[in-house]
Structure formats: structure tokens, C-alpha cells
Nanobody, 128 residues
Framework: VQLVESGGGLVQAGGSLRLSCAAS????????MGWFRQAPGKEREFVSA????????YYADSMEGRFTISRDNAKDTLYLQMHALKPEDTGVYYC??????????????????????WGQGTQVTVSS
């Protein structure tokens, strides 16, 4: 199983980015997917998760309203659309997968141990 993130880069505060996570070696539609991020000098934190169908989503409080998670099962790809970016959004963004067709995503998916496979991450830098 391989997860490859892309779409990171340098953006000014208030700008937007869309991250992608391409999955291979797994039946993508059978997996619950999540995004995490790690800021310099900080622990990795949960950003968002999405059910296998895409119908259920869950966000960290600080991201809800600015970030939108989505997936295209036909393309085996997960997305994270980010708007109104702030310097504190700077960090490495990781996608991760959890084997299981969960219907409703809840707080448990904020935990890293729920995810089996992880990508290498893509750097997002937001300048002030």
C-alpha cells in the first residue's frame, strides 16, 4: 500500500491550496481516510477524516469552515482543499488510511493509532 501526497507549497496568508493523496496497492473505496499535519517542533495533529463513501466527514475544530476533505474513489485519490490559510497552518501534511467501511466518522478517527498506512507528507508553508 502506498500513499503519495502532493500539492503542498508556499502560499501567502489568506491564500488557498489543494492537497492530493494518491493511493495505490489497496482497494481505495474500502478505506476510511484522514489528513494529519505536523508543525515544526510540535506533535502531529489531526486535521480531517472522511468515510469510504465520502458522505461522512469530520474536522478538527480549528480547521472546520476553512478546510474541506473529499475523495474520488474512481481516481483512488483523497483531497484537502484549504482556504484562508494562516501562518499557523504551516507544517507537513500527511494522509493516512484505515481499513474499514465506516459509515459515520467520529472522534475516534482523530487518533493516529486508527490508521495503518501513512504517506511521506507534503510541506505547506504559509507566509505572513
Amino acid at each position: 500500500v502506498q500513499l503519495v501526497e502532493s500539492g503542498g507549497g508556499l502560499v501567502q496568508a489568506g491564500g488557498s491550496l489543494r492537497l492530493s493523496c494518491a493511493a495505490s496497492g489497496q482497494t481505495f473505496s474500502s478505506y476510511t481516510m484522514g489528513w494529519f499535519r505536523q508543525a515544526p517542533g510540535k506533535e502531529r495533529e489531526f486535521v480531517s477524516a472522511i468515510s469510504y463513501s465520502g458522505l461522512s466527514t469530520y474536522y478538527a475544530d480549528s480547521m472546520e469552515g476553512r478546510f474541506t476533505i473529499s475523495r474520488d474513489n474512481a481516481k483512488d485519490t483523497l483531497y484537502l482543499q484549504m482556504h484562508a490559510l494562516k501562518p499557523e497552518d504551516t507544517g507537513v501534511y500527511y494522509c493516512a488510511s484505515h481499513l474499514g467501511r465506516v459509515g459515520t466518522i467520529g472522534p475516534m478517527f482523530k487518533k493516529e493509532f486508527m490508521y495503518t498506512y501513512w504517506g511521506q507528507g507534503t510541506q505547506v508553508t504559509v507566509s505572513s
